[in-house]
T-cell receptor, first 109, second 115 residues
Framework: GQNIDQPTEMTATEGAIVQINCTYQ??????LFWYQQHAGEAPTFLSY??LDGLEEKGRFSSFLSRSKGYSYLLLKELQMKDSASYLC??????????WGAGTKLIIKP | EPEVTQTPSHQVTQMGQEVILRCVPI?????FYWYRQILGQKVEFLVS????????KSEIFDDQFSVERPDGSNFTLKIRSTKLEDSAMYFC?????????????FGPGTRLTVL
């Protein structure tokens, strides 16, 4: 079967750094996406990794290790507006997105 | 910046009624998707659409569901006879189709409530 695991919830402090992990077992792999989703809103694209290593985009970075079936999203200089759910999704062998349940990130002042 | 739009933002219907959810994908995008997200649960794939036909569909997408691209801009999801468990957010997404792995962009969603 296909499985994507993320922590259900994380709490961090404004201005700090947080790392959200994602592990996956899927039928094939054509890349991994991170999306941000505020409550009641649509997922918005954050990053895409298909090769091993770190991709940096401003305050957000995403890392992938294909051999370990592992990715993380790193958020620096946390702001209150970063409070949201962060969704890990893998593009499988059929080029379908398989979604994790999301990690709810709570930022405290 | 171009974006996916969806109407209505909220839809309340009685069990057994038909609903049509509408989406306008980003212009020049070639691949279209419908997803649903039951409150507090993960996003679930329903169907993908390319070249005026369904390319993939999930187990959820049974005979009660259908999709259509009636003209050059709209992409619709029809639920023929709604059930209580169809209550969810329904998201439309589109991607350019320049490569298999290009990004899917999501619309704001339609919140469907079945009473």
């Amino acid at each position: 079967g296909q499985n994507i695991d993320q922590p259900t919830e994380m709490t961090a402090t404004e201005g700090a750094i947080v790392q959200i992990n994602c592990t996956y077992q899927t039928s094939g792999f054509n890349g991994l996406f991170w999306y941000q989703q505020h409550a009641g809103e649509a997922p918005t694209f954050l990053s895409y990794n298909v090769l091993d290593g770190l991709e940096e985009k401003g305050r957000f970075s995403s890392f992938l290790s294909r051999s370990k079936g592992y990715s993380y999203l790193l958020l620096k200089e946390l702001q209150m507006k970063d409070s949201a759910s962060y969704l890990c999704a893998v593009l499988d062998s059929n080029y379908q997105l398989i979604w994790g349940a999301g990690t709810k990130l709570i930022i405290k002042p | 910046e171009p974006e996916v739009t969806q109407t209505p933002s909220h839809q309340v219907t009685q069990m057994g009624q038909e609903v049509i959810l509408r989406c306008v994908p980003i212009s020049n995008h070639l691949y279209f998707y419908w997803y649903r997200q039951i409150l507090g649960q993960k996003v679930e794939f329903l169907v993908s659409f390319y070249n005026n036909e369904i390319s993939e569909k999930s187990e959820i997408f049974d005979d009660q569901f259908s999709v259509e691209r009636p003209d050059g801009s709209n992409f619709t999801l029809k639920i023929r006879s709604t059930k209580l468990e169809d209550s969810a957010m329904y998201f439309c997404a589109s991607r350019a189709g320049t490569g298999h792995t290009d990004t899917q962009y999501f619309g704001p969603g339609t919140r469907l409530t079945v009473l």
